[in-house]
């Protein structure tokens, strides 16, 4: 399965993006689905997952600004990112998760450059 991110750019504090995920292969509500960023200098981080569950988790840094939606029939996930400031600038990973074969697949990132 090949993971295609896309949707990163620069906007200017307060404004909006939204990534895209698209997957090769199909995608299931079975899948866990995840969004991670990785800021110059910083660790990988979670800024959200949405669960097989249906359950969803957001970073604290992230509620409220972003939401993860997914469409299973377009084999797509996203990003939708509001209200950003420059401490969001970051290369954004996506992440799914197929437990019948237990991988994880990635994205190739998009950088998203936030600023001031």
């Known amino acids: 399965v090949q993971l295609q991110a896309s949707g990163g750019g620069g906007v200017q504090a307060g404004g909006s993006l939204r990534l895209s995920c698209a997957a090769s292969?199909?995608?299931?509500?079975?899948?866990?689905m995840s969004w991670y960023r990785q800021a110059p200098g910083k660790q990988r981080e979670l800024v959200a997952a949405?669960?097989?569950?249906?359950?969803?988790n957001y970073a604290d840094a992230v509620k409220g600004r972003f939401t993860i939606p997914r469409d299973n029939a377009k084999n797509t996930m996203y990003l939708q990112m509001g209200n950003l400031k420059p401490e969001d600038t970051a290369v954004y990973y996506c992440?799914?998760?197929?437990?019948?074969?237990?991988?994880?697949?990635w994205g190739q990132g998009t950088q998203v450059t936030v600023s001031s």
């Open positions: 992440n799914i998760f197929y437990p019948a074969w237990g991988r994880h697949f």
């Open positions: 292969g199909r995608i299931y509500s079975g899948n866990d």
């Open positions: 949405i669960l097989s569950s249906g359950r969803i």
